[in-house]
């Protein structure tokens, strides 16, 4: 006679089953979601550290449209600062040149509007220009003029932030 045993399968092991809670769960997923990208950027870097860039100076990201219905800040008390504050607030409204104190069409220099807001008072506009200079240098040491420092850019974002810097240093110097 034939006997058959019947054999059941082995009993999984007893393991006790953690419910985790819902931080629990929340913090894994966040972990391996930090780790995926921690990955990725490393091989983001691997991938274009040959491609030559450029560093971009966050001062001349503009963030506000340049239009005429922007309101001037509060007018400097000092002569100087007032005056290349004014030059600044001429460009926004007129416009921007390069190559020329003043277009058709009305756009202007740094010069330009410096020599337009001075209104004649040659003491001021000299003194204007020089603290102008002076900013320019304190930044780009191979400035020789303000006329050919204007005419190296093909925007004026640049000559307007310069223009800005200059009129709070003259109001920090009280010109």
């Known amino acids: 006679m034939h006997t058959t045993q019947t054999t059941s399968p082995p009993a999984p092991p007893a393991t006790a089953t953690a419910v985790l809670s819902l931080e629990a769960r929340l913090a894994a997923v966040e972990a391996a979601i930090t780790v995926a990208l921690d990955e990725a950027a490393v091989a983001y870097e691997v991938r274009t550290a040959h491609i030559p860039t450029t560093p ?10 340049l239009t005429p219905t922007l309101q001037p800040s509060a007018p400097h008390a000092s002569p100087v600062a007032a005056l290349l504050q004014r ?9 921007w040149c390069t190559g020329s104190q003043v277009r058709e069409d009305g756009a202007r220099c740094l010069y330009g509007a410096v020599r337009v807001e001075a209104a004649g008072d040659r003491s001021l506009e000299a ?6 200079m002076d900013t320019i240098r304190s930044q780009f040491s191979d400035a ?9 850019w ?22």
Do not use: E, Y
């Open 56 to 65: 971009v100076d966050l001062a001349d990201v503009v963030t506000l449209p």
């Open 127 to 132: 003194r204007g220009l020089q603290v102008l």
């Open 87 to 95: 030059a600044q607030q001429r460009l926004l409204i007129d416009g």
């Open 154 to 175: 093909a925007d004026g974002r640049v000559p307007m932030r310069i223009l800005g810097q200059a009129a709070a240093l003259a109001d920090n110097r009280g010109q």
């Open 144 to 152: 020789d003029s303000v006329p050919t420092f204007n005419d190296r």
